[in-house]
């Protein structure tokens, strides 16, 4: 009887030691839900993109690779090693590369575009405007070589995306405005005359064709024939004067 009374007694104070301890181990696993609940599909154990922000760092980093490694090493893969997202995020964001760099090259239009804007300030003639702008467009390719090259890319692209669409088109329209004011008259992109056109045509070579033997080099050999201290935007400054002064025309 004494020995089954002892036994009772100790009972409660085994419960009572217990119970701290079931207190504590529920504790930890609160907070590793805390921590773990805000990441979302794609993102790295360090890198928590949140709100959507998951497709614009996808992007960003497409442009760095672009810039760094040229198109040829711009694939699916690399921009996701550049981002620390699995390598199925870029897929589920654009579905295949032709979207991502579509979508890369909306962006540069959107630059270049916003160039051309600020180019537009400059000056209050047509001819001091229409100088800026091809300034701006060859500055324009030097900074960003990598994007520039993309945007005329047609193969790669897929010109039907709304957003590549939209802002290539804002670009021609900007193009024609200016080629429009110099001859005083206005210009529909949607609607050229052959006159017209050739007069766009002939403006946009230029500027295109000079930027693509500066970006590739191939003006090297002519600078050095050249005076001391020609540098390529003064050479590019005598030859936009000595043809924005044509009469009007084919």
């Known amino acids: 009887m004494a020995a089954y009374k002892a036994q009772m007694t100790k009972k409660p104070d085994t419960v009572r030691?217990?119970?701290?301890?079931?207190?504590k181990r529920v504790t930890p696993a609160r907070k590793r839900l805390k921590r773990t609940a805000p990441r979302i599909a794609g993102a790295s154990e360090g890198t928590p993109y949140h709100h959507g922000a998951l497709r614009d760092a996808l992007l960003e980093a497409a442009e760095r690779v672009l810039e760094r490694d040229?198109?040829?090493?711009?694939?699916?893969?690399?921009?996701a090693r550049e981002a620390g997202v699995s390598h199925a995020a870029p897929t589920h964001h654009f579905r295949d590369?032709?979207?991502l760099v579509s979508e890369l090259a909306a962006i540069g239009f959107r630059q270049f575009n916003a160039a051309m804007a600020v180019a537009d300030t400059v000056g209050t003639s047509p001819i001091e405007k229409a100088l800026a702008r091809a300034k701006a467009y060859v500055a324009y390719a030097r900074v960003h070589p990598g994007m520039y090259g993309l945007m005329f890319r047609t193969e790669r692209l897929d010109m039907t995306r709304p957003s590549l669409?939209?802002?290539a088109?804002?670009?021609?329209a900007g193009l024609a405005g200016t080629v429009g004011a110099s001859r005083h008259e206005q210009i529909s992109e949607q609607a050229l005359s052959l006159q017209q056109a050739a007069a766009i045509v002939r403006a946009w070579s230029l500027v295109h064709g000079f930027t693509m033997l500066l970006l590739d080099g191939r003006l090297s050999d002519v600078l050095r024939r050249l005076p001391e201290g020609t540098d390529a935007e003064t050479l590019l400054d005598a030859m936009l004067k000595s043809?924005?002064?044509r009469p009007a025309g084919p």
């Open 17 to 23: 030691a217990r119970a701290p301890r079931a207190s």
């Open 70 to 79: 040229g198109l040829s090493g711009l694939t699916l893969r690399a921009v």
């Open 97 to 99: 590369l032709t979207g």
């Open 165 to 167: 669409h939209e802002a």
């Open 169 to 172: 088109s804002a670009s021609f």
């Open 243 to 245: 043809t924005v002064g």
